[in-house]
């Protein structure tokens, strides 16, 4: 199969020399590829670095920042001839063989969306993995939290122990960090839905590939490095994965429940507001001013775009 490696930037001229460097081992036995770096408005020096360390690289600037979907739309349209994807965000590496591991698997009839085994900066498995959400799971996680779900392992939306993670590993969705998947299956998805904006985009695509009769595989001998991201750190960003968490569970479920699921969402945030005050709130007040709208399956609002 032809490849298309799709790395998706934003201010990462401090991260994307490491993550070009990882290329060649992590697409060993590789013979068919080309690079797609699609940036999204970056201030910095990294349309410069890319263009310097890869100078047969096809680059794609899009204005602003219109998102994960939107740059993994731009990369599926920059190479049409490809008939696989691998997008990787700014703070992923490939190891060796990572590429042709999830090709391999990607092969299989069937199979429309290949991940790699994640791991972390220290070197420990990630817990990438998730089953889709469900109305318990989100009241059992307000309820009693990430923690008092790990004696409840089935009834958890994240797969928790990374012990676990296997072949056999049963889950619906991926961290979408390192994704691998057809042109055939995008193609019949429509492309990612920008209207995520950032967050749930990834859970979004393997729900509909499934909807399609597409599977996801899990290859946990395709490893792959994410320093992770910032959905915790900065409040906005935060806010938008709680609320783009209802919007998902509104589009794919009848009013009632999306009701309770928003209900549970708010109830998480109040719980645990002491521990992280600012970004908790940041979540709570966002949830009370749309909730109605992410209830209906409608879009949230983008987080503002710091100067």
Known sequence: MNLTIGILTSNAEHLIGEQLASLEAGLSGVDDWQLVICDSGSTD???????????????????GNPGFAAQA????????RADAILIMSRTTRLHPGCAGLLLRALATPGVGVAVPRLINRHGQTAPSLRRRPTLRGAWLAALIGGRGLRRLPEWAEMVPDPESYSADTRFDWA???VTLFSAECAAALGGWDESFFLYSEETDFALRAADHGYAIRFVPDAVATHLGGESKQRPEFWAHTVANRVRLYGMRHRRPAAASFWTASLVGEVIRLPSRPVTRRAAIVKLLREGPALIAGRPARKPPERS
């Open 45 to 63: 020096r990294t349309v410069e670095l890319a263009r310097e360390l890869a100078p047969k690289a096809t680059v794609v600037e899009l204005p």
């Open 73 to 80: 739309n731009a990369v599926i349209a920059a190479e049409p």
């Open 175 to 177: 961290t979408g960090a």
